[in-house]
């Protein structure tokens, strides 16, 4: 875990409690962390999973790598040092919105299980659910599909510190949730983890009435 630095410091409390955000948005504060080589999908379903919780009156925030790196995280680089600075203070975003009561879609590559290990005991140390995500896809289907061109840049050398070509990706031994984008369709994909926030209580039933029952 990061070292604490400033010194003089005191986590100050407010007069409004998590629970009362949860009462308010009628769900529970979460992160799910997409995770999964670069080309298997995690924003794409990111994006689907949004859409659908914010046609269920769910509110949520997409965390995505990208736009991560265009914002908070613009000075680190695709170094190991970098890529857990990158995780760590993203871990801690997520956080910030798990306790005021949305759901976080964190989509990145994540490639070290000790990173997203620190980022899981973040959340639990603050009673906050975590769900990883395992995007599972091939190398060979992520190189095919290769939406944005990396891979055939990686290949050729002109981007180092790939993961998948020159830097390992740890895949998650037990995620909570597992989607093989290779066999699944998104609309499967969105439906697995729709209805794991719904057996888990992070969208409370008592907060929420399916379709099928107010029919």
């Given at each position: 875990?990061?070292?604490?630095?400033?010194?003089?410091?005191?986590?100050?409390?407010?007069?409004?409690?998590?629970?009362?955000?949860?009462?308010?948005?009628?769900?529970?504060?979460?992160?799910?962390?997409?995770?999964?080589?670069?080309g298997s999908g995690k924003s794409t379903i990111a994006v689907a999973l949004e859409r659908a919780l914010f046609t269920m009156g769910k509110l949520s925030y997409r965390l995505d790598g990208d736009n991560v790196r265009l914002g908070i995280n613009k000075n680190l680089g695709f170094s190991e040092e970098d890529r857990k600075e990158n995780i760590r203070r993203i871990g801690e975003v997520a956080k910030l919105f798990g306790d005021a009561g949305t759901i976080a879609l964190s989509s990145f590559i994540s490639p070290y299980k000790g990173d997203r290990d620190e980022v899981r005991a973040l959340h639990e140390a603050a009673n906050l659910k975590f769900v990883e995500v395992y995007v599972d896809c091939s190398l060979a289907e992520a190189e095919r599909r290769d939406p944005k061109g990396l891979y055939k840049k990686a290949r050729a050398g002109e981007i180092k510190n790939f993961t998948g070509i020159d830097d390992p990706y740890e895949a998650p031994e037990s995620p909570e949730i597992h989607l093989h984008t290779d066999r699944m369709t998104l609309e499967q994909e969105v439906q697995t983890i729709l209805d794991y926030l719904l057996d888990n209580d992070i969208i409370p039933m008592h907060f929420f009435t399916r379709a099928s029952d107010a029919a």
């Open positions: 875990m990061a070292e604490q630095k400033a010194t003089n410091v005191t986590w100050h409390d407010g007069d409004v409690t998590r629970e009362d955000r949860y009462e308010i948005l009628r769900q529970k504060g979460a992160t799910i962390w997409f995770t999964g080589l670069s």
